[in-house]
C-alpha cells in the first residue's frame, strides 16, 4: 500500500468513525435527496421508523436538505424544511449561499421552521458567540455567518436579504486589544482568533457589502484597505487581504485624479457637490496604492 493510498484509507476511517453507520433506509432517503426525488423523500418521511433518524448525514457530513439544494429541487427542500432540524437548515442555507442561490436562500430563511429556531435560540440565550463551538459537524467554520459568507461571494441580493433581517458584522477589535473577550479568544486559540478577524476583514471589503452599508463606500474602501496595511504589517494573513481584496474600487481613483487635475463645468459640480469642494477626493488620492499616483 502506497503512503498516499495509506492517506485515503486513514481518511476514510475517520469519517466512518466520526458519522454513524447509516440505515438501509437513510441511504434511500439521502441518494433521494440527492437526487431530487420528491415522491421517495415524502414516503421515507411518512413510512419511516423509530429508528430513522431525518437529521442523517453522510459520510461527507451531508444532510438530506443539503443534498436537496445541491440539486436545486425546490420540491424537496419545502418538504425537507418541514422536518429537519435548525442545525441541518442552517448548514443548509450555507450551502446555498455558496451557490449564489437567492431563490433558494430566499426559501429557507422566510421558512416559518428557520424562523422559529432562529428566535428558539435568541430567546434562550444560545446564540452565543460560535468561536468556542468545538463541533465538526459542518464544511463552514464556526466563524462564518450567513452575512459573512454571503459577502466573500459579493452577492448583492443575498446580503441585503440579511441585512433586511437585522444582520451585522461586528467589526474586530485591534489585535493589541487587552479585554477580557480578546484576551480570552488569544489564549483558548491564537490561530482560530487571527482566521476569525480574517473572515470579517474579507467580509467588510466586499465591494456589495460597503455599498449597501456604507454612506460613502468609495472611502469607506481607502480607509479599510489604509487599515489592513497596517495590519499586515502584524498578521501575515493580512497581506492577502492587503494585495487586492479592495481592487474593485481601486478604478474610481483614476476619477478621483481627474477630479483634481482638471477643472469642474457647472453641470459636473453639481453631480459631485458631495466631495466637500476637493477635500474627499484629495483624501482618496492618498490612501490609494502608490502605483496609481
Known amino acids: 500500500m502506497t503512503l498516499k493510498s495509506s492517506n485515503s ?38 413510512d419511516c421508523e423509530s429508528r430513522f433518524n431525518v437529521n442523517c448525514v453522510d459520510y461527507m457530513g451531508r444532510n438530506a436538505l443539503h443534498l436537496a439544494v445541491d440539486s436545486e429541487n425546490m420540491e424537496c427542500v419545502e418538504l425537507l424544511l418541514d422536518k429537519v432540524n435548525f442545525e441541518c437548515a442552517e448548514e443548509a442555507l450555507l450551502h446555498a449561499i455558496t451557490k449564489g ?67 451585522t458584522i461586528a467589526r474586530p477589535h485591534p489585535i493589541s486589544c487587552q479585554c477580557s473577550d480578546c484576551v480570552t479568544k488569544q489564549n483558548y486559540d491564537s490561530l482560530k482568533r487571527s482566521r476569525s478577524r480574517f473572515n470579517a476583514y474579507r467580509a467588510m471589503a466586499s465591494p456589495a457589502y460597503m455599498a449597501l452599508c456604507s454612506p460613502d463606500p468609495i472611502m469607506t474602501t481607502f480607509q479599510l484597505r489604509q487599515e489592513m496595511k497596517k495590519l499586515a504589517q502584524v498578521e501575515k494573513e493580512f497581506k492577502v487581504m492587503d494585495g487586492g481584496k479592495c481592487e474593485p ?31 474627499r477626493t484629495r483624501v482618496v488620492v492618498i490612501c490609494g496604492p502608490a502605483r496609481y499616483r
Open 9 to 46: 484509507y486513514s481518511t476514510l476511517l475517520i469519517s466512518l468513525r466520526k458519522y454513524p453507520q447509516l440505515t438501509d433506509e437513510e441511504r434511500v432517503y439521502l441518494n433521494a435527496a440527492a437526487l431530487g426525488d420528491g415522491p421517495i423523500i415524502r414516503q421515507s418521511l411518512e
Open 101 to 167: 442561490s437567492t431563490k433558494l436562500v430566499k426559501v429557507i430563511i422566510e421558512h416559518p421552521n428557520y424562523i422559529a429556531g432562529e428566535d428558539r435560540i435568541r430567546r434562550s440565550g444560545l446564540n452565543r458567540d460560535p468561536f468556542f463551538r468545538t463541533d465538526e459537524k459542518s464544511q463552514f467554520s464556526p466563524d462564518i455567518t450567513p452575512l459573512i459568507l454571503a459577502a466573500h461571494y459579493n452577492s448583492h441580493e443575498i446580503i441585503q436579504m440579511f441585512l433586511a433581517r437585522n444582520h
Open 249 to 279: 474600487f481601486i478604478a474610481v481613483r483614476r476619477i478621483c485624479h481627474q477630479l483634481i487635475d482638471s477643472p469642474l463645468s457647472a453641470k459636473d459640480e453639481t453631480t459631485f457637490r458631495y466631495a466637500h469642494a476637493g477635500i
